[in-house]
């Protein structure tokens, strides 16, 4: 092996800490073009673990200036020093090492540790970003309690910020300052975080159900501050809603939430202090959609919640982050169904699920919730991990019902307050909590891959039963036991009149009346028969109710039966469900035809389906707009061996303008009524009816007449609210018109100012359908609100085109290699945001052997070029195979 290639790291070579840190009090000065931090650890010999071994200490790009033990300066021959390694061969049972480093935070440009942006200078410690902050054993399983003093300027750096609370502060001559913060929790280096910068805040207070007030704080980049109004709300309401459902209270003096506009992430649940990108706490009506303020709901809430779920509690190794991020997702998630519509929360999630985890496990990064190993952990903050993590959660508490997954809750926080624990503590927790035996359904946390579940029906009239199969089955994967997973099927059955049945299995004592009419079945093999007595007649099966289970469903439903479920199902999400299917039977069916040179014909039961939506839409906009978007490409390209993706384009653009012509009067009649009259409000009723209402326009648009393009064009002018003004303009941006140009413009020119409403210009001209995107998009490179160090920017402009399905999937090649070039330059500057860029290439293997030919060929020039990141090294390496 080449000594410069990074070592894969294995989950089951996990040991303990040889050394532990009790205390941390750093000094950090902030001088001209330098920072020096001063850190004195308080360190002990693990008693856990009998071993001699020398002290090793973490870092990165430090320039150590000295190291002293217990008080005595070391000589230079008193200890070794390497690019990531500070290693004392002889030190005593407990002692205090005090260094001193000098860091370049002026030139990180990865933005993780100590860097700087704009305003100032922040912090970034998950998952390894400690270590390059100040040398130290980087893990989270070392919880220590932080003393953090601050120096700096007070005129460019006049607020300084790190966790807990505030303990002193005052001035060092005429010109510098000092704060002195002190955190009383012990909390893992990666919750460490440090601001020292220019920003202005919003203060409020909450007080807790125990009678405590906690003071809140949302600082933010000067002439922002009439936009954080949205979040510091957010954050109480997550504050109470985690009092209330799971009865866990703010447990510190100060809590505060910094906005800045470099960072990678979306935000970060520093203990106390969260570090939030700037595009998850900023909203006026006038400059962000609902969709960015159901966003600041769900954000500001995750991070809260992992004060409790990740920071009180947190995670032995890296192989255990969906131990803090699928269960706080869950949480989230069940925020935002509490604060908005169920019904329409879970559908956006699950079409999220199936837009981004499932292809990831059927794709080249497919790996457990809880990996196995990895070379740069950075790369595992995925989707599989985060989301499909949560599905995990929600399963466990399907089985083992509300009440006991809270007492399973409590008892988890009363065995662990304090320590750094593994997703099987967890899970003990709830099996001891409900008495429910969990140890097949563990099996989810350590098997990559999406299941399939395959169910099939048959009626009885003689003896009015009802026999469903159940049978599940999993890619293979050689390393892996083929033992079957346990799933639960939330069932319901439906006769072809609407009506729901009681649902009583065969055997039990139960009366008819007193049935439920979901089940949730325990599918424990890898085939099961359930049999339901008491069936009037042949029912239309309702499976996997809510989305009970992540897999992928087969069953043989006849059209109208998906009518039928489209129409009667009581469970909204399978209502959903139904349509979608019928939706993506009729796309895949055209998308052949074109593919083999044929025009596609529409049935009249398309139309049908569509208006059967539209004549209701009215009482629930927000599920109709859901009901009535189709499956998007790259979710049905999933569903083929090898894809076309302008076929497939073609195919779904056909199915819209078809519904377009046929129902061109009730989208009129439906946008003309749900126009609001008053102010903007981002309530979820609200949200609804312009979610519909600007489906509307995207459909007529589609009719692509001067008549919808004025109406587009009128909107977008008149619009008082950023989510009908950007809906107009995406639509535009759909369509080779004057109108588009002219939309774009005016939008660049009033908004050039605000970054994030920028961001949204690029995206929208990345995501565009027309054949010229790609020419667009590079020349959008050197415009001026283009920026390949900031990763909203990245993210905006390129990460969009990478989910633009037909456009980046050109036949000749172009958008592979355009977005290999550009993943080369950040790999230099960041390479995490360039990594997330890499895995746009994840499903290049579903394509034909030109689109294939041409991606290896971008793939491996990107593998080859001198210097690549191990970041990126891996993506690359694991895509090519």
């Keep these: 092996m080449n000594p410069e290639t990074p070592a894969r790291i294995h989950r089951q070579d996990y040991t303990p800490p040889a050394f532990l840190v009790d205390e941390v009090d750093l000094d950090v000065h902030f001088l001209a073009g330098e920072v020096r931090v001063n850190s004195r650890l308080a360190i002990r010999r693990n008693p856990a673990v009998r071993s ?65 942006a704009k305003d100032g200078y922040f912090t970034q410690c998950e998952a390894q970003g400690f270590r390059r902050i100040t040398w130290f054993p980087d893990r989270p399983d070392v919880m220590s309690r932080y003393v953090v003093t601050i120096h700096a300027e007070r005129a460019s750096l006049p607020v300084l910020l790190a966790n807990g609370n505030p303990t002193g502060s005052g001035s060092e001559g005429a010109d510098r300052h000092w704060a002195r913060w002190e955190d009383p929790f012990p909390k893992p280096c990666y919750l460490f975080a440090l601001v020292a910068a220019r920003l202005e805040v919003l203060r409020d207070q909450l007080t807790t159900g125990s009678g405590r007030r906690v003071e809140l704080s949302v600082h933010v980049e000067p002439g922002k501050l009439d936009q ?84 009180r509690v947190t995670c032995r190794d890296w192989f255990q982050l969906s131990l803090k991020e699928g269960l706080t997702v869950f949480r989230d998630q069940e925020f935002g169904a509490d604060q908005h519509s169920r019904a329409v929360t ?109 169910a099939r029906g048959e009626y009885s009239p003689e003896t009015r ?76 099966p309702s499976l996997l109710r809510d989305f009970s289970a992540p897999v992928l469903l087969d069953c043989d439903w006849h059209d ?39 025009a596609p014909h529409w049935p009249a039961s398309a139309s049908a389906a569509a208006a059967q939506v539209l004549a209701t839409a009215v009482a629930d906009p927000a599920f109709a707009a859901e009901a009535l978007t189709p499956p998007g490409e790259a979710t049905l390209a999933e569903q083929l061996d090898c894809v076309d993706p302008d076929a497939l384009h073609a195919a779904r653009v056909g199915l819209l303008r078809h519904l377009a012509e046929a129902l061109d009067a009730q989208w009129r009649r439906l946008h003309d009524t749900l126009a609001s009259a008053g102010p903007y409000r981002p309530t979820p009723e609200a949200a609804g009816r312009r979610a519909l209402r600007n489906l509307c326009l995207a459909y007529l648009a589609e009719l692509d007449t001067p008549d919808t393009r004025r109406l587009a064009m009128h909107q977008f002018t008149t619009a008082d609210n950023m989510t009908d003004q950007f809906a107009a303009l995406a639509t535009l941006a759909q369509h080779d018109c004057a ?54 920017k990245v993210y905006a402009l390129l990460n969009t085109f990478g989910n633009n399905h037909v456009r980046f999937h050109a036949a000749d090649g172009a958008g592979y290699r355009f977005l290999a070039t550009q993943i080369a330059t950040i790999d230099a500057l960041n390479p995490q945001v360039a990594a997330r860029l890499a895995r746009r290439f994840d499903r290049w293997r579903k394509f034909d052997a030109v689109r294939q030919g041409h991606a290896r060929a971008a793939l491996e020039a990107l593998a080859a070029r001198p210097g690549v990141s191990p970041d990126v090294s891996e993506i690359v390496g694991r895509a090519l195979g």
């Design 346 to 454: 879970r559908i956006r999630e699950v079409r999220d699920l199936r837009a981004t985890q499932f292809p990831e496990d059927a794709g080249p990064m497919a790996h457990p919730v809880r990996p196995d190993s990895y070379i740069e952990i950075n790369n595992f903050y995925t989707s599989t991990v985060y989301e499909k993590g949560a599905e995990v959660v929600r399963m466990i508490r399907t089985l083992i019902g509300r009440d006991a997954f809270r007492r399973g809750m409590d008892l988890y926080f009363a065995r662990h307050d304090g320590q750094a624990v593994t997703c099987d503590d967890f899970l003990e927790a709830m099996a001891d909590a409900s008495g429910v035996d969990l140890v097949q359904f563990s099996r989810w946390y350590d098997r990559p891959g999406t299941p399939h579940l395959r």
């Design 560 to 598: 109208d039966e998906l009518a039928d479920l489209l129409a009667s199902d009581s469970d909204p999400f399978n209502r959903w469900e139904a349509g979608q299917r019928l939706t993506g039977r009729l796309i895949l069916a055209a998308a052949s035809e074109i593919a083999a040179g044929r």
């Design 739 to 792: 109108e588009r140009g002219e939309a774009l413009a005016a939008f660049r020119r009033r908004w050039q100012n605000e970054a994030l409403v920028i961001d949204k210009w690029l995206a929208v001209q990345a995501g565009s359908r027309l054949p010229g995107t790609l020419a667009i998009v590079e020349g959008l490179l050197d415009h001026p609100a283009f920026d390949l160090r900031n990763p909203n």
């Design 465 to 540: 039963r009802y026999l469903l199969v159940l049978a599940q089955s999993r890619p293979s994967d050689p390393e892996q036991p083929a033992e079957p997973l346990h799933i639960p099927v939330a069932v319901g059955l439906i006769t072809r009149q609407g009506t729901e049945l009681p649902l009583r299995l065969a055997g039990e004592t139960t009366a008819l009346g007193d049935a439920p009419t979901t089940r949730v079945l325990s599918l424990t093999r890898h085939e099961q028969q359930f049999v339901f007595e008491d069936i009037p007649e042949a029912p239309v």
């Design 228 to 311: 954080c109004a949205h979040a510091m709300d957010a954050l109480k309401r997550a504050m109470r809603w985690d009092e209330q459902v799971f009865g866990l209270e703010c447990d510190l003096d100060h809590y505060m939430i910094v906005a800045v506009g470099d960072f990678n992430m979306g935000a970060m649940e520093n203990k106390g202090l969260n570090v939030f990108n700037t595009k998850y706490v900023l909203a006026r009506a006038d400059t962000a959609t609902d969709g960015d303020y159901q966003s600041i709901d769900r954000v500001v809430a995750h991070e809260y919640f992992h004060n409790w779920t990740g920071n």
């Design 52 to 116: 001699a071994e020398p002290l090793r200490l973490d870092g990165h790009g430090l320039e150590t200036i000295g190291v002293a033990l217990d008080g005595v300066p070391l000589a230079r021959d008193g200890y070794r020093c390497t690019d990531s390694l500070l290693t004392i061969d002889a030190v005593p049972e407990r002692f205090t090492l005090a260094t001193e480093v000098r860091v370049d935070a002026d030139h990180n440009t990865s933005l993780t540790g100590l860097y700087r």
